[in-house]
């Protein structure tokens, strides 16, 4: 079992930068990637970022250039470092960890709402 817990969110103007901490626990080393999903009020949960344990990123379109990903292993936990952000950015975010030993299994946190507006 893994258990994630979110931080960092809140409310930011446009343009404004966040950092979002999600800290794992449990079976860490079941984990083969950590990442971020985002639900906008309305719309279906979308995949922000993620990286794998060796290092590999990947980004949504609409995040990539102003959104940073990253892990310190040692205290299993991700971040996701928000610059330049929009009205769009507005969602409930998820934290994501995924582990393939056997089949492919998701765990997720319960989410940090993260708004921007002026």
């Known amino acids: 079992q893994v258990q994630l817990v979110e931080s960092g969110g809140g409310l930011v103007q446009p343009g404004g930068s966040l950092r979002l901490s999600c800290a794992a626990s449990?079976?860490?080393?079941?984990?083969?990637?950590m990442g971020w999903y985002r639900q906008a009020p309305g719309k279906e949960r979308e995949l922000v970022a993620f990286?794998?344990?060796?290092?590999?990123?990947n980004y949504a379109a609409s995040v990539k250039g102003r959104f940073t990903i990253s892990r310190d292993n040692a205290k299993n936990t991700v971040y996701l470092q928000m610059n330049s952000l929009k009205s769009e950015d507005t969602a409930v975010y998820y934290c994501?960890?995924?582990?393939?030993?056997?089949?492919?299994?998701?765990?997720w946190g319960k989410g940090t709402l993260v708004t921007v507006s002026s």
């Open positions: 994501n960890a995924r582990s393939s030993i056997r089949v492919i299994f998701d765990y």
């Open positions: 990286s794998t344990s060796g290092g590999s990123t």
């Open positions: 449990g079976s860490i080393a079941s984990i083969n990637t």
